[in-house]
């Protein structure tokens, strides 16, 4: 069974893919980051990027914008 997306992932993946968000960018976005600093984001979004569903989830959005 593959595991959905929690809400925030998918629009942490939607950000990154459909409006050309950079990583930190679309973190600031979809988490709450009031009290963390620029590198605990970069570090924050690098690590949930790589994570092989939210990458998929991000490389399937860009094919599906390049088709449509």
């Known amino acids: ?5 929690t809400a925030k992932q998918e629009h942490f993946a939607r ?3 459909l409006e050309d ?3 930190s960018d ?12 620029d ?3 970069h570090e ?3 690590r949930l990027v790589n994570q092989s569903k939210v ?3 991000v490389h399937a959005l860009r094919l599906h914008r390049l088709r449509a």
Request: proline share 0%.
């Open 44 to 46: 924050h979004a690098s």
């Open 15 to 17: 950000l990154i893919a």
């Open 1 to 5: 069974m593959v595991r959905q997306l």
């Open 21 to 23: 968000y950079n990583f």
């Open 55 to 57: 990458g998929a989830r």
């Open 26 to 37: 679309a973190y600031r976005h979809a988490y709450d980051t009031q009290t963390a600093s």
């Open 39 to 41: 590198k605990t984001i």
